[in-house]
Every structure is written in C-alpha cells, then in structure tokens.
C-alpha cells in the first residue's frame, strides 16, 4: 500500500460531503503498487476486514468493493463467490463499478491517527515537513489502521520499519 484517502465513490451527485452524501458511499481509496502487492491480495485483506454476510444500515455505510477496470471487477466477483462459498451464506457486500471518486475534507483524513495520537501526529508531521505530507505517506495509513484496532503488532512494525523509529516508542502514543 502507497496510501489511502478518505472520502465518497459510487453515487451520481456531485460534490458529496458527510452531511449530503447522496447516494454515494464513505469509501477508503487505496492506491497500491501492483508489482508488490497483487489486486488479490488487497482483496484478500478487504474480506477479512469486515463481516461481509452482514448487511444493511445506510446505503452510504454499507461495506462495497468499488472497481474501476473489467479486470478488477471480474476478480472482486470471484473473490465475493469464494467468500460466499467458505461462509456457507449469501454475502451482502457489493461489487460496484467506482465512477469518480470525491475526497473527503482534510480534516477526516486519517481521523483514527488524529483522535488516538494527536502528539504523534505532530511530531511526525514536523519530520515530513508538513501535516499533509504526513498523512499521505504509507506510515499514517499503517498507524491509522493501527488506531482503529486493525492489524496488531505487525501494523505498527512496518509502520516502524517505514519511520525509522522503534514500535516500542511509536506504541507508547497508542492506548491498548
């Protein structure tokens, strides 16, 4: 993974925000280097993110896979049958062709890593030279996914081996 961004994909209306998302839905953006990690494997990662027999709530919270190539979706297909299969019940998660996709206010970028390590934040935004750079960079998607409980030990290792500052440290900013 390169970097994620926040934001709405899916829906027909423009401009979309978190107050009228439309039809769109809050989706994470991943951009990813396909030369070391597979589309398969990402998502591999996706489906055991999340309860994907589970559905309904708003349309703009359901859990999708948002495509944007043929390819993708042919593969997001037979990933959500496989999952299906496994399960032993019908998969409520959604494969829909992306469209355009609108990021959402800086403000919500990496809200985890905000709310749980606000010092962390700051700290590593002077080493990058801005918040915004930080906050594109590989290690704030790892250390957000990491605030939300995703991923464990080894999130904040690579996160680590990315800043070049020991976990133990970086895992002093993060309550368990």
Known sequence: MIATR???????????????PGDHREVVEVTYDPARTSYAQLLDAFWRSHPATI???PLRTREAVLCKLDGQRRAALASRRAVAHRAGEAVATEVLSEGRFWVAPEIHQKANLRRVAPELVRELARRYGSERA????PAAAELNAYAAGFGGEEVLRRASAGLGIPAERLARHFPR
């Not at 926040?6 to 009228?20: C, L, Q």
């Open 6 to 20: 926040v934001g709405f994909a899916g829906g027909t209306i423009a401009n979309p925000d978190y107050s009228h």
């Open 55 to 57: 559905g309904g709530g």
């Open 134 to 137: 930080f906050l594109a960079s």
